[in-house]
T-cell receptor
Framework: DVKVTQSSRYLVKRTGEKVFLECVQD?????MFWYRQDPGLGLRLIYF???????EKGDIPEGYSVSREKKERFSLILESASTNQTSMYLC????????????FGPGTRLTVT | AQSVTQLDSQVPVFEEAPVELRCNYS??????LFWYVQYPNQGLQLLLK??????LVKGINGFEAEFNKSQTSFHLRKPSVHISDTAEYFC????????????FGTGTRLQVTL
């Protein structure tokens, strides 16, 4: 079974702090994704990566950056957290070929106070 | 560009009743279609997918969906729901290119009661 893990289930940070959200997958998938999930808005893509050291902006990249130094790990960085970044953050991975479904981690609920 | 519309934000239903969750998509190219389920405080789990072939797709937990190209729909159905089906359901679409991304609908909350 594919396993996608996220470093924290719940996180509380203060406004202005630098926040790191970590995601690790164990299936050698080429593609990795970061989404945020908000009530009534569904999932919105923040950033994605098709390979190590590669990154592409998604639909809502403002206020975020990412890092992918190793194939299995994809980090989301909030350089200076703000209250409007309070949300559920979901990481996903997908192989480069074959079925197009993405495999999701359990999510990190981030609260910025 | 593509988009997904889930018109029903909430669907209440009694246990053992049938249910249909509606999904319509918009795309100028060929698509793949997915339904995901999210149980409380969990990530998303794939229910079923349509890539090609038969337009009636069967998934896990007794769910099925039918791809209708002319109506650009991919409605999810279950003939008899259980309390444990209470969850949020997301429809998603991607194009068929190798560098495809998923576009999600806003979700439908299925509430099953006795």
């Amino acid at each position: 079974d594919v396993k996608v893990t996220q470093s924290s289930r719940y996180l509380v940070k203060r406004t202005g702090e630098k926040v790191f959200l970590e995601c690790v997958q164990d299936m050698d998938h080429e593609n990795m994704f970061w989404y945020r999930q908000d009530p009534g808005l569904g999932l919105r893509l923040i950033y994605f990566s098709y390979d190590v050291k590669m990154k592409e902006k998604g639909d809502i990249p403002e206020g975020y950056s990412v890092s992918r130094e190793k194939k299995e790990r994809f980090s989301l960085i909030l350089e200076s957290a703000s209250t409007n970044q309070t949300s559920m953050y979901l990481c996903a991975s997908r192989p480069g070929t074959g079925g197009r479904e993405q495999y999701f981690g359990p999510g990190t609920r981030l609260t910025v106070t | 560009a593509q988009s997904v519309t889930q018109l029903d934000s909430q669907v209440p239903v009694f246990e053992e009743a049938p249910v249909e969750l509606r999904c319509n998509y918009s795309s100028s190219v060929s698509v793949y279609l997915f339904w995901y389920v999210q149980y409380p405080n969990q990530g998303l789990q794939l229910l079923l997918k349509y890539l090609s072939g038969s337009t009636l797709v069967k998934g896990i937990n007794g769910f099925e969906a039918e791809f209708n190209k002319s109506q650009t729909s991919f409605h999810l159905r279950k003939p008899s729901v259980h309390i444990s089906d209470t969850a949020e359901y997301f429809c998603a679409v991607s194009n068929t290119g190798t560098a495809s991304k998923l576009t999600f609908g806003t979700g439908t909350r299925l509430q099953v009661t006795l």
